[in-house]
């Protein structure tokens, strides 16, 4: 771990900046948004515009990374996302906060891919969840102090958008600065979809389902306590209990994940948080109730993310792990990008309680599938390529990616 964090400092603190600026727009959107009197359908409008820019990121950013290398890929990502966060209270309207969340999603999925690799790169089989647990810690840490901002700022006015993009402006100036060797970027090689999801159908179909609940959990959280008539200490309290929960349990839960069958965990968080969302959404309006559920979900949901991330990993070569970051993120925006709408309409038709039912049912998939897959691939992470090509592929949407991807291989 002293060997990971050595080659990777520069990288956690870079990390930590940004996220400061992405908690800090994700919930100000959704607060603002409100103030400005937008509709439940125009504020999911702006919510998945991120995650179309998600997706155009994982396809397009790996490339990025084996041109120019990941220093220059995360510094150039930063600065753009600076630049946006500064437009977004001078133009105020669906449009413009449309196209600057598919900005800003381009830019930190463009981020995610850089520090992700970098970090697999640094790590071996045995450290990998610890690893991506202290990247998932700096993330959360970073969030709940943007929580802290929302709640002592004033929402409706300038400064609380130029802090997280000053922030983010430094971010890259550890990393700039730094003399730590960074991964050799001629190394890397692409991955196609088709044989990331044969590696490892779990990890791909959990970063699908994950992308829903990182959805409603990210994008669409302030409106659901809008909506539910809380305030904004009440929302930024949330919203913290959320990161909160993930911080504390992050490195223990990567701690055990090495020493224990990853699939279990992956199983036994997504059932837990299932349970939390299910228990927010029957006790209504009480707010102790509310928090305990944004616990649960926040406490598992992102330790699952690092978890899949970690999973994927065991079946890959390093040389693979750039492509494979884009490749799950990829699969992550395609199961975020409707997660917004969908949350809107389950508000629409239930109520608030929508939200919850959403995550509900994709967190039970998710622990079903779980096991299921622990009956279909040996417990040793040592997996034959054959058996590898003939894992069944996880979820319809992610079945037809891959059918698409054959096609074109064939016809070449």
Known sequence: MIQVLSATWALLIGIFMLMIGNGLQGTLLGLRGGLAGFSNVEMSFVMSAYFLGFLAASRMVPGMIRRVGHVRVFAAMGSTISAVLILYPALVEVWAWTIGRALIGFCFCGVYITAESW???????????????????????????????????????????????VLVSLAFAPILLSVQPTPAFALTKPLSIRKLINASPLACAGMFLLGGVFAAQFGMSAVYGTRMGLSVGQISLMVSVVYIAALILQYPIGWLSDRVDRRILIMALA???????????????????????????????????????????????????????????????????????????????IGPGGFWVLIVALMLVLALYALWRMTQRPTHAAVTGMEMMSAVVATPAVTEMAAEQQASEDQA
């Open 271 to 349: 059932a837990i948080g299932a349970f939390g969302a299910l228990l927010a959404f029957m006790m209504g309006n009480w707010y102790p109730a509310i928090l305990m559920g944004a616990a649960l979900v926040g406490g598992t949901s992102n330790p699952l993310y690092s978890l899949l991330i970690a999973y994927a990993n065991d079946y890959l070569d390093r040389e693979d792990m750039a492509a494979a970051s884009g490749g799950l993120l990829f699969i992550n925006g395609l199961g975020a990008i409707s997660g917004p709408f969908i949350t809107a309409k389950a508000m629409d038709t």
């Open 119 to 165: 970090l697999n790169a640094a790590a071996s089989n045995e450290n990998r969840g610890k690893a991506l647990s202290l990247y998932m810690i700096v993330q959360m840490a970073g969030i709940v102090l943007a929580q802290y901002v929302v709640f002592k700022a004033d929402v409706s006015g300038f400064v609380v958008f130029i802090i997280p993009s």
